[in-house]
């Protein structure tokens, strides 16, 4: 009785995964020699994304900068008045601290690394 199971039905799977396996180190090689043969253009300066992202940025700081200091007011009565712990206040903080302070963040440790 055959009830349409192939026998090599595993056999196809495997060979499906690893088609797609090597058709994926296939596109990281291209991806690479492509890096290796025109770094400036993988590697791009001033592009239209980075201006706009910097942009972005700006402006959404700018906004969440008040709302963030109400949060750190609220966070720190909260923790007052016991209704959290301190730990969530502080953990709270800090990723306030983090958010605000990324640019700084980064241009602090690629200055280490020489970047």
């Given at each position: 009785?055959?009830?349409?199971?192939?026998?090599?039905?595993?056999?196809?799977?495997?060979?499906?995964?690893?088609q797609r396996f090597v058709g994926s180190v296939l596109?990281?090689?291209?991806?690479?020699?492509?890096?290796?043969?025109?770094?400036?253009?993988?590697f791009a300066g001033a592009s239209p994304f980075t201006t706009g992202a910097t942009a972005a940025s700006t402006?959404?700081?700018?906004?969440?900068?008040?709302?963030?200091?109400?949060?750190?007011?609220?966070?720190?009565?909260?923790?007052?008045?016991?209704?959290?712990?301190?730990?969530?206040?502080?953990?709270?903080?800090?990723?306030?601290?983090?958010?605000?302070?990324?640019?700084?963040?980064?241009?602090?440790?690629?200055?280490?690394?020489?970047?």
């Amino acid at each position: 009785m055959n009830q349409g199971i192939s026998i090599d039905a595993g056999l196809t799977r495997k060979k499906d995964r690893r088609q797609r396996f090597v058709g994926s180190v296939l596109w990281m090689m291209v991806g690479c020699l492509f890096a290796a043969i025109a770094p400036e253009l993988v590697f791009a300066g001033a592009s239209p994304f980075t201006t706009g992202a910097t942009a972005a940025s700006t402006n959404l700081l700018a906004i969440l900068t008040p709302i963030a200091v109400v949060a750190v007011m609220a966070l720190g009565a909260a923790a007052w008045f016991n209704k959290i712990s301190w730990g969530w206040a502080v953990a709270g903080i800090v990723g306030i601290c983090l958010v605000f302070g990324a640019q700084q963040i980064v241009t602090w440790i690629r200055g280490m690394f020489g970047v």
